[in-house]
Nanobody
């Protein structure tokens, strides 16, 4: 079983930055796809970014050049990050990290393709 806990959300002005963190439990499967999704009020949960099992990062067009996903694999702690720069009001949403154990380096951008989810962290840009 994998547990994911996000943090780092908050309120910022347009043009500001935030870094989201997602700490994974120690028993996380050794090979996995990790992703970030976001959900604005009254809207669907949308894919933002993922890192594949081959450590390749992909982004939705609206955040390319502004957001950076990364992952650290320290033995004691495994953490997924999302550095968000040049934030805009349309980035306001509840942000979720997600994990899918896999050996297949294919594209994953749909919610149903990820099994494990964090509780979400709110990002508000004004």
């Amino acid at each position: 079983h994998v547990q994911l806990v996000e943090s780092g959300g908050g309120s910022v002005q347009a043009g500001g930055s935030l870094r989201l963190s997602c700490v994974a439990s120690s028993d996380i499967y050794s090979r996995y796809c990790l992703g970030w999704f976001r959900q604005a009020p009254g809207k669907e949960r949308d894919w933002v970014s993922y890192i594949s099992v081959e450590d390749k990062a992909k982004y939705v067009d609206s955040v390319k050049g502004r957001f950076t996903i990364s992952f650290t694999r320290d033995n004691a702690k495994k953490t997924l990050y999302l550095q968000m720069d040049s934030l805009q009001p349309e980035d306001t949403a509840l942000y979720y990290c997600a994990s899918q154990p896999t050996d297949v380096p294919r594209r994953r951008t749909a919610s149903y393709e990820f099994t494990y989810w964090g509780q979400g962290t709110q990002v508000t840009v004004s």
